[in-house]
C-alpha cells in the first residue's frame, strides 16, 4: 500500500471547495491509496511509449491544485527528458462548474489529435474557462469548428469521462490531482523532489524486471489494485 503525501487537501477537493487548504493542513491525517497501474486504455499520452516510468494522472480542469502541479510536471520533464510516459484521467469535481464541460472540450480537442494543446490553454487560463473562452482555444490551437461543435453534445466524451471516472473508482482515488507512477500513488500537487525521487525508484525496478521498457507497464495493467 502506497501512503499519501497530503491526504486531508485531497479530502478537501473531493468535498467541499469552501474548506481552504490551510485549515485542512491544520488537521493532517495520513491515508493509504493502494498500488495501482491503471490500465492506459485509448487516454490521451504523451513521452515516448517505451519509457520505463508511466505515470497516470487524474485530473480535474477546473482544480487549481492541478493547475499548480502542471509547472511542477515539466520541471519534471526538463529534469529526467524522455523518462516518462504521462497519461491523463479526466475526474471531474462535482462542486466545479466548469470541470465536465473543460472535460469534454479536452475530448473534443482529443478526437481531433489536439487534447494536449487544449489541456495546456485551459491550465494556462483557469480564470477564463467559458463556452465562448473554450470556444476560442479550440479555433487557437486549429481545430475544425464544426466538427468540435458537434462532438460537445455526442455520446463518445462522455464515455470516456465515465471511463475514467470507472477507473478512478477502482484505484480509490479520493480527488484531484492523483498521480500514479509505476503503480505508486503520489496525491496532490507533490514538490518537484517527491515526483523525481518517485520516478527514480520505479526507473530502478522496472529495469530489473527483466522485461523491455515497451512491455513492462503492459505487463502489468489488468492486476488490480493491491
Not at 487537501?9 to 467541499?16: H, M, P, R, S
Not at 509547472?71 to 466548469?98: E, G, Y
Not at 464544426?146 to 466524451?157: G, I, M
Request: charged share 15%; aromatic share 10%.
Amino acid at each position: 500500500m502506497a501512503v499519501a503525501w497530503w491526504s486531508r487537501v485531497v479530502e478537501c477537493l473531493g468535498i467541499a471547495v469552501a474548506v481552504s487548504a490551510a485549515a485542512c493542513a491544520q488537521q493532517e491525517e495520513r491515508i493509504e491509496l493502494p498500488s495501482c497501474y491503471v490500465p492506459v486504455r485509448e487516454s490521451p499520452t504523451r513521452g515516448p511509449s517505451s519509457a520505463w516510468v508511466t505515470i497516470v494522472e487524474f485530473g480535474d480542469f477546473e482544480c487549481p491544485y492541478c493547475g499548480q502541479v502542471e509547472a511542477t510536471i515539466q520541471s519534471v520533464d526538463a529534469a529526467r527528458p524522455s523518462k516518462v510516459r504521462w497519461v491523463w484521467k479526466q475526474f471531474p469535481l462535482s462542486f466545479h462548474p466548469r470541470a465536465v464541460p473543460d472535460a469534454i472540450a479536452a475530448e473534443c480537442a482529443y478526437a481531433q489529435g489536439r487534447f494536449w494543446e487544449m489541456h495546456d490553454l485551459l491550465f494556462a487560463h483557469q480564470d477564463a474557462q467559458s463556452d465562448s473562452d473554450v470556444a476560442a482555444y479550440a479555433q487557437q490551437i486549429g481545430l475544425d469548428a464544426a466538427t468540435w461543435q458537434l462532438c460537445l453534445n455526442s455520446a463518445p466524451p462522455q464515455q470516456r469521462i465515465l471511463t475514467d471516472e470507472n477507473d478512478a473508482t477502482s484505484a480509490s482515488v479520493q480527488g484531484t490531482p492523483t498521480f500514479f507512477i509505476n503503480g505508486v500513488a503520489l496525491v496532490g500537487a507533490a514538490p518537484e523532489s517527491d515526483f523525481i525521487s518517485a520516478i527514480d525508484s520505479a526507473e530502478q525496478t522496472a529495469m530489473q524486471s527483466g522485461l523491455s521498457a515497451q512491455d513492462y507497464y503492459a505487463s502489468h495493467e489488468g492486476q488490480g489494485c493491491q
